[in-house]
């Protein structure tokens, strides 16, 4: 049934836990715009249906697209995003009004938005920043496309198949350490100098399903690294992961699943309804994404 509202939505399956809603719903409100945004389960199988369908209605915006339905719904656009070209994956699909879908990936943005807004360190003998990227996944390729483009430009990558982790150091295109085990995961350190002369600086980014709800935890112990570590969880569900909580814990910076899904959705909820999210109440709507 077509919608007389403008309307967007987020697909995928499962669906049901996905933040979306009211993450743009808040925003929505907050702007007083007429709108409406929902989830929707659709399978693989459905894709094809489910586009066809949305096409024809003129009230709809487009959509968020989550697992597993990345990769699988790049053939259906007729525009490709650079991003979207260089990982073969898309999360925001939009009409052109003429019939032709544009696929976008936001993910990039995602990562490379939070990592910016934080300061860097700044100590006498500072060798370098290390950016750990676990797994080698989609989310992986978003995520060093997303640091690098934050500034950062050293690389390691702990993943299992060290084939891929390779393809991802040539995507990231700078410096790049071995691709080791998950279970190698630890800090780069001189064992001669201390807290307050620090000679290397880390950032983290869990791009695996490690501490998804059901999932075993990151195998990593944080009381070894520095204390101005960066620690980037891309899981959302739960908001907090073993890793988050050891991470701060120890008084770490973290990034968690919540900055970046508000860092990604303020791209789509500009493409959906014309207008920029308003992030200046970007901690009123923390607190409700984290009750």
Same mark, same amino acid.
């Given at each position: 049934?077509?919608? !007389?509202?403008?309307? @967007? /939505?987020?697909?995928?399956?499962?669906?049901?836990?996905?933040?979306? !809603? $009211?993450?743009?719903?808040?925003?929505?409100?907050?702007?007083?715009?007429?709108?409406?945004?929902?989830? #929707?389960?659709?399978? #693989?199988?459905?894709?094809?249906?489910?586009? =066809?369908?949305?096409? &024809?209605?003129?009230?709809?915006?487009?959509?968020?697209?989550?697992?597993?339905?990345?990769?699988?719904?790049?053939?259906?656009?007729?525009?490709?995003?650079?991003? #979207?070209?260089?990982?073969?994956?898309?999360?925001?699909?939009?009409?052109?009004?003429?019939?032709?879908?544009?696929?976008?990936?936001?993910?990039?943005?995602?990562?490379?938005? !939070?990592?910016?807004?934080? +300061?860097?360190?700044?100590? +006498?003998?500072?060798?370098?920043?290390?950016?750990?990227?676990?797994?080698?996944?989609? @989310?992986?390729?978003?995520?060093?496309?997303?640091? @690098?483009?934050?500034?950062?430009?050293?690389?390691?990558?702990?993943?299992?198949?060290?084939?891929?982790?390779? #393809?991802?150091?040539?995507?990231?295109?700078?410096?790049?350490? /071995?691709?080791?085990?998950?279970?190698?995961?630890?800090?780069?350190?001189?064992?001669?100098?201390?807290?307050?002369?620090? &000679?290397?600086?880390?950032?983290?980014?869990?791009?695996?399903?490690?501490?998804? @709800?059901?999932?075993?935890?990151?195998?990593?112990?944080?009381?070894?690294? *520095? !204390?101005?570590?960066?620690?980037? /969880?891309?899981? *959302?569900?739960? $908001?907090?992961?073993?890793?988050?909580? %050891?991470?701060?814990?120890?008084?770490?910076?973290?990034?968690?699943?919540?900055?970046?899904?508000?860092? %990604?959705? =303020?791209?789509?909820?500009? =493409?959906?309804?014309?207008?920029?999210?308003?992030? /200046?109440?970007?901690?009123?709507?923390?607190?409700?994404?984290?009750?």
């Amino acid at each position: 049934m077509m919608s !007389p509202t403008p309307y @967007a /939505e987020v697909i995928g399956d499962p669906i049901a836990h996905s933040k979306s !809603p $009211l993450i743009h719903g808040f925003w929505l409100g907050k702007l007083g715009l007429e709108g409406a945004y929902r989830a #929707t389960r659709v399978t #693989t199988d459905e894709l094809h249906l489910y586009l =066809a369908e949305r096409r &024809r209605d003129p009230s709809w915006r487009g959509c968020n697209v989550t697992m597993p339905l990345k990769r699988a719904v790049v053939p259906y656009a007729g525009r490709l995003s650079d991003d #979207t070209s260089v990982l073969g994956a898309a999360n925001l699909l939009l009409p052109d009004g003429q019939g032709v879908l544009r696929a976008e990936n936001s993910d990039v943005r995602g990562v490379a938005e !939070p990592l910016s807004r934080l +300061p860097r360190a700044d100590y +006498p003998g500072h060798v370098a920043t290390y950016v750990q990227i676990i797994g080698s996944g989609g @989310a992986a390729f978003a995520a060093g496309l997303g640091a @690098a483009r934050a500034g950062f430009g050293d690389f390691d990558v702990f993943c299992r198949s060290r084939e891929q982790g390779l #393809t991802l150091a040539g995507l990231i295109g700078t410096p790049f350490g /071995e691709c080791q085990s998950i279970d190698a995961l630890g800090p780069i350190r001189n064992p001669d100098s201390g807290p307050e002369d620090q &000679r290397y600086s880390h950032v983290i980014i869990n791009a695996t399903p490690l501490g998804m @709800a059901g999932q075993p935890e990151v195998p990593v112990d944080l009381s070894s690294y *520095y !204390p101005d570590t960066i620690v980037f /969880e891309m899981v *959302y569900h739960p $908001l907090e992961t073993g890793l988050v909580k %050891q991470a701060r814990a120890l008084g770490l910076r973290v990034i968690d699943g919540v900055d970046m899904l508000v860092a %990604q959705g =303020a791209r789509a909820f500009e =493409a959906f309804y014309g207008h920029s999210a308003p992030r /200046e109440h970007d901690a009123e709507l923390r607190r409700l994404l984290i009750q």
